[in-house]
Nanobody, 127 residues
Framework: QVQLVESGGDSVQSGGSLRLSCAVS????????MGWFRQAPGKEREGVATIHSGGSTSYEDSVKGRFTISQDNAKNTLYLQMNSLKPEDMAMYYC?????????????????????WGQGTQVTVSS
């Protein structure tokens, strides 16, 4: 059974930084994708950043240059370093994992492709 547990959400001022963590337990698959998603009130959940088990990363345009996704396999933990936070970054942030067949070199573009989800951690940014 795969479980994802996020932590690190907090309330910060605009321009501040936060690091989110996602502790992973259980086996996903030999080829997988991990991602961070967010959902603001009244809005649809959107992808923020993903990382493939092979190491390739991708970012949503509005966070490029400000957010960095990484993983520590020894600690079974996924991270999202968020710098230069803006009020529009305020949302509930979710960690998710997708099982991939071995020939998938990149993360899926659809949220529906992610099999496992955490409970979320709240990020609040005040101006």
């Amino acid at each position: 059974q795969v479980q994802l547990v996020e932590s690190g959400g907090d309330s910060v001022q605009s321009g501040g930084s936060l690091r989110l963590s996602c502790a992973v337990s259980g086996y996903i698959s030999s080829t997988y994708c991990m991602g961070w998603f967010r959902q603001a009130p009244g809005k649809e959940r959107e992808g923020v950043a993903t990382i493939h088990s092979g190491g390739s990363t991708s970012y949503e345009d509005s966070v490029k240059g400000r957010f960095t996704i990484s993983q520590d396999n020894a600690k079974n933990t996924l991270y999202l370093q968020m710098n230069s936070l803006k009020p529009e970054d305020m949302a509930m942030y979710y960690c998710a994992a997708a099982r991939l067949s071995y020939w998938y070199r990149f993360c899926p573009g659809s949220i529906a492709s992610f099999d496992y989800w955490g409970q979320g951690t709240q990020v609040t940014v005040s101006s």
